[in-house]
């Protein structure tokens, strides 16, 4: 019986396993087979029949489309090392070339796995009154309803492609859904082939709305686009038909030292729009002739040929989910407003000059993220901003806020992450609205990514200039803080506001942080700082504790250095949602180390690390840390992040005893990493399993509560000396 809950049950409870070698390459997981192992912890989540269906069903999109990336990054720049010869070996012992070999048959047997869970769903939808329908099946008045459907909203959009000897194979946009005819014109001799690709403003699906009664009924793009196929090409015979899918390499590299940055990034992202077709998927009953016209069109070899018996856009199918089945989704949750911030009339920097406040989102809302800034843009004894913006939406409200405060005269810098994956294009645009309100626009440290979550509001009090802080675990996106973890912490700590100074100058003007008090920023101090906190308590022995939580575990030295801290009897928790190298549960090696990882409603995405500093955990005298910094190599080495301390009584403890300790006695979403590398279900706790997502909507933060006391907020843990 599996027991994910590592608050109330003891070390031990891992598969124990000998390894020939504890210091060699067989004591880390391969990275790439553990990211795959998280996407099937996502496909087990739609594949579980107590979630609301619909639910299922987005989960299910969100493993394909998960698959798509690590397609288009990982398997393309694995790819990339096989054909320059690279035979350099991973932390795990592992060429490009094996890993190649192994991760195939992962996906093969993953890609299986998402058709038979969508046939699954699609059953059951159908008896729960949302049901596919196909062409045949329309009324009349559906038909006609449809039909004015794709006049209005879908043929005006399509971009039909003739492919022939006058007509070269065309460009097809990555990972679009893309259908094939082969068609025979009238008196014509030879038949005409043809591409169709369903552009991105046109969704998967379309319910028949106006027909609609207690049931949702629904048709595909594809078979919408079969039905009117005679609008586009009158008195034309189908051949033959298939639908279709490419996924292009989407790495991109960019000269740092280029004179024109923008430049540089408009046309890496054209490079990538158009990159090497790595895979390509055709529905599995494509006759030969069309499918050798694409294959070569596509420029791919046949083994990066994949027929798919089922359908090829699940990553689209969100567009299914109807918004009228409320009991086929999870209750509504709405995000709270700290009581704290009521008690001073909306006044956020009242609120935050009484004491720290510390934010979980998605639970406490992240309007206050947002009303910070906009408040700090209006207020006239605020004289500057500074704000990183890594990761943020299209109409982002955080730009908006710093164009308002530019505009009102105040002084703004805002530090634009380009090189944050996917959002170029969106920050590229961003940041030429800032520079066009006279925002002051920073780009950071040449060669490093900027990672780190942090604003700066500068506010004249008297004689006093006073410096209120946000640091955050996540970014800064509204859409993504409804679906992420994350944890924001507003302060005026002096120590804090002298570092964020540092770190700024650093990131506008590569001046070197140095003599920090609070803050540990990467590359400069925060691997080094994690390290001694590791090795401090290692010193402790049995009496010593570790609790963290993060996305993904993969830096060698720390992991190391975990084993060491083992081996000296530290009790080691870890939630690692998604990748982990360190292999736990080995005797001589990791046995006192456990590691699960908790995927559900929510996506956990906040990074913490708590050390009982001798003495155990929970404990007031713990060290406890926040930080936007996951352990990878990259993190630690390549970007630029922070992880503050925590110093606050109330803010400690809610993060240590309540946050922390809801992770570690998690049962519902919980999985528990073996030493074998397989994760298994949480299996204890009967039927009233503890969800740390639940308990979290139903209970309030400590730090948020303001005059209504904390009396009322439970803690999961207590610390021993209080």
Same mark, same amino acid.
């Given at each position: ?25 067989? $004591?880390?997981?391969?990275? %790439? +087979? ?34 798509? %990336?690590?397609?288009? *990054? ?7 090392? *096989? ?15 094996? #890993? ?5 048959? =992962? ?35 559906? $038909? ?10 879908? +043929?005006? +959009? ?5 492919? /022939? ?54 048709? +595909? ?36 030292? &280029? ?22 998927? *055709? ?16 420029? *791919? ?7 798919? /018996? ?5 990553? /689209? ?38 004491? /720290? ?29 500074? #704000? ?9 409200? @955080? ?17 634009? %992450? ?116 590791? %090795? ?30 083992? #081996? ?6 870890? =939630? ?6 360190? $292999?736990?549960? @080995? ?18 995405? &906040? ?111 207590? &610390?021993?000396?209080?």
């Amino acid at each position: 019986m599996i027991n994910a809950d590592f608050l109330n049950s003891q070390n031990g409870l891992l598969t124990l396993a000998d390894l020939e070698d504890n210091a060699g390459a067989e $004591r880390f997981f391969n990275r %790439e +087979l553990s990211w795959l192992a998280f996407n099937t912890r996502v496909l087990e989540v739609a594949e579980d029949d107590k979630i609301p269906l619909l639910e299922r069903l987005r989960m299910l999109s969100i493993s394909a489309k998960n698959l798509d %990336e690590f397609f288009v *990054v990982r398997i393309a720049g694995l790819e990339r090392l *096989v054909r320059s010869e690279n035979f350099e070996r991973t932390l795990d012992g592992r060429t490009a070339e094996q #890993q190649l070999l192994e991760i195939a048959t =992962v996906i093969d047997a993953m890609m299986l796995r998402q058709q038979t869970c969508w046939r699954d769903l699609e059953t059951r939808m159908a008896s729960n009154g949302i049901e596919r329908v196909m062409p045949a099946d329309l009324s009349e008045a559906e $038909r006609d309803w449809l039909e004015k459907k794709y006049l209005d909203s879908v +043929l005006p +959009l399509l971009r039909p492609m003739r492919v /022939d000897a006058n007509h070269p194979f065309p460009f097809v946009p990555n990972a679009t859904l893309t259908m094939a005819y082969r068609l025979m014109r009238p008196k014509a001799t030879e038949p005409m082939d043809v591409l169709l690709p369903v552009p991105i403003h046109v969704k998967a699906a379309y319910a028949l709305e106006p027909f609609v009664d207690k049931k949702t009924r629904f048709i +595909l793009i594809e078979d919408i686009l079969d039905m009117f196929l005679e609008m586009l090409f009158p008195k034309c015979e189908v051949l033959e038909q298939c639908a279709f899918r490419m996924l292009r390499d989407s790495n991109i590299e960019i000269h740092e030292d &280029a004179d024109d940055l923008f430049g540089e990034f408009e046309t890496a992202l054209q490079q990538r729009s158009r990159g090497e077709v790595m895979r390509l998927f *055709v529905s599995d009953h494509t006759a030969s002739k069309l499918r050798k016209t694409i294959k070569n069109g596509c420029g *791919v070899d046949t083994d990066a040929v994949a027929a798919v /018996d089922g359908v090829l856009n699940l990553a /689209d199918y969100v567009d299914i989910i109807p918004k009228r089945h409320p009991d086929l989704l999870w209750t509504d949750h709405r995000s709270r407003q700290p009581e704290r911030v009521r008690d001073f009339g909306g006044n956020i920097f009242a609120a935050i000059k009484q004491k /720290d406040m510390l934010l979980h989102h998605p639970y406490e809302s992240f309007d206050i993220v947002i009303d910070f800034l906009r408040q700090a843009a209006r207020d006239p004894y605020v004289l500057a901003i500074k #704000q990183t913006v890594y990761r943020t939406s299209f109409e982002s409200p @955080i730009v908006e806020a710093l164009i308002e405060a530019a505009r009102a005269g105040k002084n703004v810098t805002a530090m634009i %992450e380009l090189k944050a994956r996917f959002d170029e294009a969106a920050n590229i645009r961003q940041s030429q609205l800032l520079e066009q309100a006279g925002v002051q626009v920073v780009y950071g440290v040449p060669s490093l990514k900027t990672h780190a979550k942090a604003s700066t509001v500068l506010r004249q009090e008297g004689d006093d200039l006073i410096a209120y802080n946000h640091i955050g675990t996540g970014n800064y996106h509204p859409m993504n803080a409804k679906i992420y973890t994350d944890l924001s912490l507003f302060t005026c700590n002096k120590s804090i506001a002298r570092d964020a100074t540092k770190f700024f100058n650093y990131v506008s003007g590569g001046i070197e942080p140095r003599g920090l008090e609070n803050l540990a920023i990467s590359p400069n101090t925060l691997k080094a700082k994690l390290l001694k906190r590791i %090795e401090r308590e290692t010193t402790f022995g049995a009496e010593g504790q570790i609790w963290a939580k993060m996305n993904s575990l993969v830096e060698d030295e720390i992991i190391d250095a975990l084993y060491v801290a083992s #081996q000296a009897g530290v009790k080691i928790d870890l =939630v690692v949602r998604g990748i982990c190298a360190l $292999r736990p549960g @080995i005797k001589g090696l990791s046995e006192n180390i456990r590691v699960k990882s908790i995927v559900g409603r929510y996506l956990e995405h &906040a990074r913490i690390v708590c050390f009982g500093n001798g003495f155990g955990l929970p404990s007031v005298k713990a060290r406890v840390f926040m930080t936007s910094a996951d352990w990878m190599y990259r993190n630690m080495s390549k970007r630029v992040e922070t992880m503050a301390e925590i110093t606050n009584k109330t803010v400690h403890a809610q993060i240590m005893s309540q946050i922390m300790a809801a992770n570690l006695a998690d049962q519902r979403n919980s999985w528990v990493l073996q030493a074998d590398g397989a994760y298994l279900k949480n299996t204890a706790g009967g039927k009233r399993q503890f969800d740390c997502h639940r308990f979290f909507m139903e209970h309030s933060s400590l730090s948020g509560r303001g005059s209504v006391g904390a009396k009322d907020v439970p803690e999961l843990a207590h &610390a021993h000396d209080l």
